[in-house]
């Protein structure tokens, strides 16, 4: 599995008391990291022009922020690479 670096080794536990605590500094990190993902993705990924077409990225946020109320385990990254997955499906 591919390692993630920065926030994305975060848990989704500590994502949710990040953004719940109003750190205005991590919750960017956060976003940033999401944004940086889904560029590359769509710079890497044949056929894709826009991984997120289907939404904003607020809406990949809050998609974001649903899967790690349910998975507060999982690492950042792991939520970031569902939702990409989720996205292509639609």
């Known amino acids: 599995m591919m390692q993630g670096w ?3 080794n975060n ?5 949710l008391s990040d953004v719940a605590e109003y750190q205005k500094d ?3 990190a956060y976003v940033s990291w999401l944004a940086g993902y889904a560029t590359a993705f769509n710079a890497e990924t044949p ?3 826009d991984v997120l ?7 990949a946020i809050e998609w974001v922020n649903n899967y790690c109320r349910q998975h507060p ?3 950042f990254y792991i939520a970031v690479k ?5 996205m292509q499906v639609k």
């Not at 077409?53 to 809406?59: A, E, F, R």
Request: charge should be negative; proline fraction near 0%; aromatic fraction near 6%.
């Open 6 to 8: 920065g926030v994305a």
């Open 11 to 15: 848990s989704c536990g500590k994502y």
């Open 26 to 28: 991590a919750e960017d």
């Open 47 to 49: 056929g894709v022009l």
């Open 53 to 59: 077409s289907v939404t904003d990225l607020d809406g």
């Open 73 to 75: 385990t999982d690492v």
């Open 82 to 86: 569902r939702l990409t997955e989720y």
